[in-house]
T-cell receptor, first 111, second 116 residues
């Protein structure tokens, strides 16, 4: 059975802190790993990773994939209260478009 | 990014009634759309894959007769929760895959269903 596990489940930090969110996976025929941010409504796309060791960056967010150790991390530097959300990791297999989601990490950034 | 809309955003209904939720891709054509359900403080669970012009593919444990999916055009998929019961109360989210090399799925804003 395919598994996507995120840690920690929840995290509380103060503005300006740096956080690292983890996502490990066990899937057959891995194709890509995606990170989403979910605030009150539906998830918004952050990154898609397919190759090991290549960092993707967007502003204060960055992510990297390790296909040998089967995990990815999402880093957020200089956190702001607007970063408070649930961060979801999902894995896509090479056959089909189905995404398998992890349980998410709930991040709260205090002023 | 691509835009996916859902309607309605909120629905409250009585037990036993049927509820239809629409998912539209606004600026692209989607041959494949996905329907997810999310319970409070839980992750997204894929219910079914909706294919334009053919039958939907349901995940294990999802009743196809209860959750009717119709993908009548390249920009519209509908999910009908038939004879809804309180345990069907949930957040229903659709997504559509942009048909380009990125293969990214974009999500609609979700529909919150409350069955009384």
């Amino acid at each position: 059975e395919d598994k996507v596990v995120q840690s920690p489940l929840s995290l509380v930090v103060h503005e300006g802190d740096t956080v690292t969110l983890n996502c490990s996976y066990e899937v057959t025929n891995f194709r890509s790993l995606l990170w989403y941010k979910q605030e009150k409504k539906a998830p918004t796309f952050l990154f898609m990773l397919t190759s090991s060791g290549i960092e993707k960056k967007s502003g204060r967010l960055s992510s990297i994939l390790d296909k040998k150790e089967l995990f990815s991390i999402l880093n957020i530097t200089a956190t702001q209260t607007g970063d408070s959300a649930i961060y979801l990791c999902a894995v896509r297999k090479s056959s089909g478009d189905k995404l398998t989601f992890g349980t998410g990490t709930r991040l709260a950034v205090r002023p | 990014g691509a835009v996916v809309s859902q309607h309605p955003s909120w629905v409250i209904c009585k037990s036993g009634t049927s509820v239809k939720i629409e998912c539209r891709s606004l600026d692209f054509q989607a041959t494949t759309m996905f329907w997810y359900r999310q319970f409070p403080k839980q992750s997204l669970m894929l219910m079914a894959t909706s294919n334009e012009g053919s039958k939907a593919t349901y995940e294990q444990g999802v009743e196809k007769d209860k959750f009717l999916i119709n993908h009548a055009s390249l920009t519209l998929s509908t999910l009908t929760v038939t004879s809804a019961h309180p345990e069907d109360s949930s957040f229903y989210i659709c997504s559509a895959r942009v048909p380009d090399s990125s293969e990214t799925q974009y999500f609609g804003p979700g529909t919150r269903l409350l069955v009384l």
